[in-house]
């Protein structure tokens, strides 16, 4: 789930989604909340008077907390709105350990990796020229925003399945990264499945 809120540049609304998924959508306003739907799911949320609902500080994308998700379903349930919040609150940036790196089949710039991340091991297509077996790197997991604001999904990288991204220190928005291409390498004291903020 991702949470944005820019009071300044769109009002006092908050926009909670729930689902990446393309429109058309439907929308159902019921009080502050606006329900936009796809096929009858659920998908996202509009809150209307958001700072009388919610404590949100910052602007923009909104770190997504369990305060945040109380609030938003005392909401949900004082409009009579029959719809339950599921939220997963595990790290999205976490330190993989790169099982295996083969050459993509159609592509000559592009690795087909392994990364075993703690609790599953992700295939992730990778473009960098210093990704190898044997590292531990940050894993930008499905469901993570990126600095820039672009949004994980699932993907198809000339049609090999990918899901995540290894990120360089430039894409995480690190102090002092480096310009040169290619992905941060982490040493031996980070684990496997950690979160890559909190280590």
Known sequence: MNLFYNPKGVGNVAFLQIETVDGPFEYEKINDVVMI????????????????????????????SEAHA??????????????????????????????SKEKHPDADKLSVCHIDVGDDTLQIV?????????????????????PSGMLIKDAELRGVASSGMVCSMKELNLPNASQEKGIMVLDDSYKTGQSFFNA
């Open 37 to 64: 739907k796809k096929d009858n799911d659920v998908v996202g949320l509009n809150i209307f008077n958001a700072d009388q609902h919610l404590t949100i500080e910052g602007n923009g994308h909104i770190t997504f």
């Open 70 to 99: 109380t609030d938003i379903q005392k909401l949900l349930d004082q409009s009579n709105i029959n719809f339950k919040l599921e939220a997963d609150f595990s790290p999205k940036f976490v330190v993989g350990y790169v099982q």
């Open 126 to 146: 990778c473009g960098a020229p210093n990704i190898e077996a044997g590292q531990k790197v940050v894993v930008a997991k499905v469901g993570a925003v990126m």
